[in-house]
């Protein structure tokens, strides 16, 4: 499955990173309980947090994208993960909501350019290139490191503090930096292309890709309600204990480890792949709608079969992002990063209609309207042609 000595320390890097990525992804959601009497700040600045942080997230996709193909993806990658740690370590001696705000929106911007490389990195490590897999080992990092960022850091926060949790994760960020750039292979300068106008056109034109991005931001309404708002929900309205809510929280990454991997596997050998999708969709609605009964296992219910179908869902969907890009191998990464900004950049707004709703009508109509939102993104997914089959090995 791998190749060398070499490119299982790539991936090992790779991995590693991913998962510290990931706890810097979700760990202010978490601990937003415990930074939000320091910083003055209730549910309506949770929900302005979590949005400039997929902001950032969803409009530097595009440019990690071209600076894969003009500089090569692991110069990117290396940038992105420095840009992002230095941007937790700032957090970490924020004096107000609003900064940590612009501080979340450059930790989102850092990690715009580092996915989509390296997923295309991961295919090439992996012998056969299947984009299934390589999507799949990279959300199961993501997953594992969920778990960490969700329950470990509340534990954590708790124990010595939020500022000094957020000082570590993003020395951990640093280190990963130096991982990756010690350990991953880098193309030449002299064999990395040129931006194309032409197939920047052809990507960003094409209706497959448009579709694909937009039916995604239906599971990114799902995962930015549960994993930024459910500790705060299980807290402030469930009456239970931090260590319970965060734990109940996690599970919509627990979940994923499995069938991330799971749906990487059903990629490469599936046809159906639009109907899997629509599935997942359906699946993510009735999560959230689950949560609005008031009660702990309800909430565990939710994030639980939250994290079951994103994992199929979004593997499907960047491993098709690769298989659908029809302008040359150079620009896959171009592809996953155009599907990963429509999906991160439309992922905006739900935080704000979450919290606009709790704040006006109560945690109930948050859960109940967001799931009734996500039903809206199943209408691009059936545009779609029925199957993004896998170019052959």
């Known amino acids: 499955?791998?190749?060398?000595?070499?490119?299982?320390?790539?991936?090992?890097?790779?991995?590693?990173?991913?998962?510290?990525?990931?706890?810097?992804?979700?760990?202010?959601?978490?601990?937003?309980?415990?930074?939000?009497?320091?910083?003055?700040?209730?549910?309506?600045?949770?929900?302005?947090?979590?949005?400039?942080?997929?902001?950032?997230?969803?409009?530097?996709?595009?440019?990690?994208?071209l600076l894969a193909a003009r500089w090569g993806p692991k110069r990117v990658v290396v940038v992105g993960i420095f840009l992002s740690s230095s941007a937790v370590l700032a957090t970490s001696v924020a004096a107000g909501v609003v900064e940590?705000?612009?501080?979340?929106?450059?930790?989102?911007?850092?990690?715009?350019?580092?996915?989509?490389?390296?997923?295309?990195?991961?295919?090439?490590?992996?012998?056969?290139?299947?984009?299934g897999m390589g999507v799949g080992v990279m959300n199961s990092a993501f997953d594992i490191?969920?778990?960490?960022?969700?329950?470990?850091?509340?534990?954590?926060?708790?124990?010595t503090g939020w500022r000094p949790s957020l000082l570590l994760a993003g020395v951990m960020g640093l280190a990963t930096?130096?991982?990756?750039?010690?350990?991953?292979?880098?193309?030449?300068?002299?064999?990395?292309?040129?931006?194309?106008?032409?197939?920047?056109r052809a990507v960003i034109r094409d209706r497959q890709l448009i579709l694909l991005g937009l039916g995604t931001v239906g599971f990114g309404v799902a995962a930015t309600d549960i994993a930024g708002f459910m500790t705060l929900y299980g807290v402030k309205s469930l009456s239970a204990s931090g260590a319970l809510a965060s734990g109940v929280t996690s599970l919509v990454y627990v979940v994923p480890i499995f069938t991330s991997l799971w749906g990487g596997r059903a990629f490469d050998v599936l046809s159906k792949h639009r109907m899997v999708m629509v599935a997942s969709l359906a699946g993510s609605a009735a999560a959230l709608a689950l949560a609005a009964y008031p009660s702990v296992p309800a909430a565990a219910v939710c994030s639980g079969l939250g994290g079951l179908v994103s994992g199929i869902g979004y593997t499907f969907a960047f491993a098709g992002a690769r298989e659908l890009n029809r302008a040359g191998?150079?620009?896959?990464?171009?592809?996953?990063?155009?599907?990963?900004?429509?999906?991160?950049?439309?992922?905006?707004?739900?935080?704000?209609?979450?919290?606009?709703?709790?704040?006006?009508?109560?945690?109930q109509a948050g859960w109940l309207w967001s799931g009734a939102l996500t039903l809206v993104f199943v209408v691009p997914v059936l545009l779609m042609v029925e199957s993004w089959r896998p170019r052959a090995a």
Do not use: C, H
């Not at 979340?104 to 996915?115: D, I, L, P």
């Open 329 to 363: 191998k150079e620009y896959e990464s171009l592809a996953v990063a155009w599907v990963n900004s429509l999906s991160l950049t439309g992922s905006f707004f739900p935080p704000i209609f979450f919290s606009y709703l709790v704040d006006g009508y109560g945690y």
């Open 177 to 200: 930096g130096v991982l990756v750039a010690l350990f991953v292979p880098g193309a030449a300068v002299g064999k990395v292309p040129r931006v194309d106008r032409k197939a920047l």
């Open 1 to 65: 499955m791998i190749r060398s000595m070499q490119s299982r320390r790539a991936l090992g890097s790779l991995v590693v990173a991913r998962a510290i990525y990931a706890i810097n992804w979700v760990n202010v959601g978490a601990i937003f309980y415990l930074m939000g009497p320091d910083l003055r700040a209730g549910v309506t600045g949770l929900g302005l947090v979590t949005a400039t942080f997929y902001l950032g997230l969803g409009l530097l996709q595009v440019p990690g994208g």
């Open 100 to 131: 940590v705000a612009v501080l979340r929106f450059v930790v989102g911007s850092g990690m715009a350019f580092v996915f989509a490389p390296s997923v295309i990195i991961i295919a090439g490590l992996l012998r056969g290139g299947k984009s």
């Open 145 to 159: 490191g969920g778990i960490a960022g969700i329950f470990g850091w509340v534990v954590l926060a708790t124990v």
